[in-house]
């Protein structure tokens, strides 16, 4: 059974930095995609992110390409969303999520953390 936890959330000013990070557990994850997405209240989940476990491929959604980066750690089995310049639109909960194909659809991912909230205050 695949168990996803986040954390390094928590309140930062418009601008600031955040690093969420991902710990992943229960299977190998070289062959899966792993993701991330957010939700903001009375929203629909977002995609914000996903790489490739085995290459290292990376993906954006438009919204936070410059300002986030998604990497990971094969050994710690860990993947990481750095989020730099941020803006309150950012405020969200964020989730990892597992996927066996690239996507940004938050159907593909068969897998999710618990969340960690993020919130910018302007």
């Known amino acids: 059974q695949v168990t996803l936890v986040e954390s390094g959330g928590g309140v930062v000013q418009a601008g600031g930095s955040l690093r969420l990070s991902c710990a992943a557990s229960?299977?190998?994850?070289?062959?899966?995609?792993m993701g991330w997405f957010r939700q903001a209240p009375g929203k629909e989940r977002e995609f914000v992110a996903h790489?490739?476990?085995?290459?290292?491929?990376?993906y954006y959604a438009n919204s936070v390409k410059g300002r986030f980066t998604i990497s990971r750690d094969n050994a710690e089995n860990k993947v990481y969303l750095q989020m730099s310049d941020l803006k309150p639109e950012d405020t969200a909960v964020y989730f990892c999520?597992?996927?066996?194909?690239?996507?940004?659809?938050?159907?593909?991912?068969?897998?999710w953390g618990q969340g960690t909230q993020v919130t910018v205050s302007s």
């Open positions: 790489i490739t476990w085995s290459s290292g491929f990376t």
């Open positions: 999520a597992v996927a066996r194909y690239p996507s940004y659809s938050a159907n593909t991912y068969s897998s």
């Open positions: 229960g299977r190998t994850f070289s062959s899966y995609i």
